[in-house]
C-alpha cells in the first residue's frame, strides 16, 4: 500500500520536471533573420564597394581617352574572372572556420584560415603569371600594338594590387569568418575613398603651390 502510495507522488513530480518550462533564451525567427540581414547587408556593401573601385577606374579612364579605357576594360574584364574564380574556390573553408571559432577551437580555426592563405598565394601566381603573359597573347590574337602598349603600361602599375587582391579574399574570409563585419565594410569604404583620390591626383596631376604631381594618364 506504501508503494503504491507513492507512485503518483513519483509520477507528479517527474511530470512536473518534464513540464517545467526552459529558462533557455531561443531567438525568434524574426530577430535571427533581422541579424542575418544586417550582417549580410554589411558583406554586400563591402563587395559593392570593391567592384566600384574598377568602376571607379573605367568612369576616370573614360575622361583620358578612349585607348586608356580600352586597355583598362581588357585588363579589368580578365581580373574580374580571376577574381570571382579565386573568390568561389577560397570560400569553400569560409564555413569549416567559422564553425571552429564559435567552437573556441582557434588552433583548428588558425588552421583553415592558414591552409586558405596558402591557396590564396597560389591563385596569386596564377594572377601574376596570367597578367606577365597579357601583352604577349594580345600580340598573338592580332590586337593593334598602341592598344597592347596601352594595357602593359595599365598592368604594371596595377599588377601589385591585383596580386595582393588574392590574399585580400583570405583575409576577407578569416574575417567573416569571425562574425565581424562591421570592420571590414570600414576597410572597404577607406580603400574606395583613397582609390578616387589617388586616380585623380596620379591620372590628372595636381599643383599644391611649389609641389606639382605630374599627368600620368592611365599609369596614374
Request: aromatic share 10%; proline share 4%.
Amino acid at each position: 500500500m506504501q508503494e503504491a502510495g507513492r507512485l503518483p507522488k513519483r509520477y507528479d513530480s517527474q511530470n512536473d520536471h518534464m513540464t517545467q518550462p526552459s529558462h533557455t533564451a531561443i531567438p525568434s525567427l524574426r530577430s535571427e533573420m533581422l541579424r542575418l540581414s544586417l550582417f549580410g547587408g554589411r558583406l554586400a556593401v563591402s563587395e559593392l564597394i570593391l567592384f566600384s573601385l574598377f568602376l571607379t577606374d573605367i568612369l576616370m579612364l573614360g575622361m583620358i581617352g578612349e585607348l586608356s579605357l580600352t586597355a583598362a576594360l581588357l585588363v579589368n574584364s580578365c581580373f574580374v574572372l580571376c577574381y570571382v574564380t579565386a573568390l568561389g574556390l577560397l570560400q569553400g573553408g569560409l564555413p569549416i572556420a567559422s564553425r571552429y571559432f564559435e567552437e573556441d577551437d582557434l588552433s583548428a580555426f588558425h588552421g583553415v584560415t592558414g591552409a586558405t592563405l596558402v591557396l590564396a598565394l597560389i591563385c596569386a601566381a596564377v594572377v601574376l603569371i596570367t597578367f606577365l603573359a597579357f601583352p604577349p597573347v594580345l600580340h598573338a590574337l592580332s590586337y593593334p600594338h598602341d592598344l597592347i602598349t596601352e594595357c602593359w603600361r595599365y598592368i604594371a602599375f596595377i599588377l601589385p594590387a591585383l596580386v595582393l587582391a588574392m590574399i585580400y579574399i583570405a583575409v576577407r574570409n578569416a574575417i567573416i569568418a569571425t562574425g565581424n563585419s562591421r570592420g571590414f565594410i570600414e576597410l572597404s569604404i577607406a580603400g574606395l575613398a583613397l582609390n578616387a583620390l589617388f586616380n585623380y591626383v596620379l591620372g590628372f596631376g595636381v599643383n599644391f603651390g611649389s609641389l606639382s604631381v605630374p599627368a600620368m594618364g592611365i599609369a596614374g
